[in-house]
């Protein structure tokens, strides 16, 4: 594991060798739902502040009154904020689970484990966002999250299944919190990425 504070490499559950504090035995990192609920919400209110502060409010509800602006402001106002609910649902149980032994993903997709020993490759693919598990709304990670994301999908390649195939663990720009951190950890235990 990594030392949060100093990133100096100990055992998870010692003190880092170098400034002292406690490593954590594990790191959790839960999914980015709550973070596309949030700026969705918001965009939302200010939709209905717009509307609001369009030529006053009385004006407002006398035209609210025609069925035309009543669509249009109910389309405006909520639409963003089910986009908010359906991304929230999707990436709630979204979670990364990383130790000395293992890294863990649970989420809607399935649910995968690997351990460290079994890893064979640690690759990053440049996607488009369109074909990325979330779409397109993955940009608003980027635009709304740290700065420096990575735009590109990670895998880390396991032992083959018994049809043959590789076992694959992708993590996602937009479906993860602190995905640099994550990246951190994952390179402390395997390396840096390959191009794939």
Known sequence: MLCPSCRCVAPGGGSCPQ???????????????????????SVSIVFF???ALFGGFRALVRRLHSPGWICL???????????????????REEE???TDEYIERRSRWGDESLA???VQQFRHRPILFAQARLGPIARLSR??????????????????SPSGTPSCMR?????????RWLLCLIEERVGPPVSG
């Open 19 to 41: 400034c002292g504090e406690q490593v954590p035995e594990r790191e959790s990192f839960s999914g980015q739902g709550g973070r596309y609920l949030l700026v969705l919400l």
């Open 73 to 91: 402001y109910i389309g405006m106002s909520l639409t963003p904020l089910g986009v908010g609910l359906h991304y929230w649902f999707m990436l």
């Open 96 to 98: 990364v689970v990383v």
């Open 116 to 118: 460290w020993s079994d």
């Open 49 to 51: 502040a717009v509307f």
């Open 143 to 160: 635009f709304f999250g740290e700065r420096g994301w990575p735009r590109t999908p990670y895998e880390l390649l396991g032992p083959p």
């Open 171 to 179: 993590l996602e720009p937009g479906t993860i919190d602190d995905m």
